[in-house]
């Protein structure tokens, strides 16, 4: 059988991912990531990895070769395409100030 192979963490690196899985207030996918570097540094394999976080271990793996390649940034999500938005930043502003500050009794705000 084959050693897992582990991962080095600095202290910096080890004190963010230790904070991320200990505070209530982080991401859940983010807390998972956390716990399997956790695990590879502590080189921990990849069955007993994912029992311990919660993912399959192919999860396990995307993760910790993301880790390896671009450190914590990579255990963010990519920002992926979406659509397009359909109003501009300036109409969007219009839109929220109606719906926020408009009663049946104030005057009407015009329209762009």
Do not use: Y
């Not at 910096?12 to 695990?39: D, F, N, Y």
Request: glycine share 6%; with cysteine.
């Amino acid at each position: 059988m084959r050693k897992p192979s582990s991962i080095e963490l600095t202290d910096q690196q080890r004190s963010a991912l230790l904070m991320w899985v200990a505070t209530g207030k982080s991401e859940q996918r983010l807390v998972k990531r956390a716990q399997v570097i956790l695990c590879a540094a502590a080189g921990i394999g990849l069955k007993e990895m994912e029992t311990k976080a919660g993912l399959s271990w192919q999860s396990c793996l995307k993760w910790r070769k993301r880790f390896v390649k671009h450190g914590l940034k990579g255990l963010r999500d990519i920002p992926r395409k979406g659509r397009p938005a359909s109003i501009t930043p300036k109409e969007r502003v219009h839109v929220m100030a109606l719906a926020n500050f408009q009663t049946l009794d104030a005057p009407e705000i015009k329209a762009i």
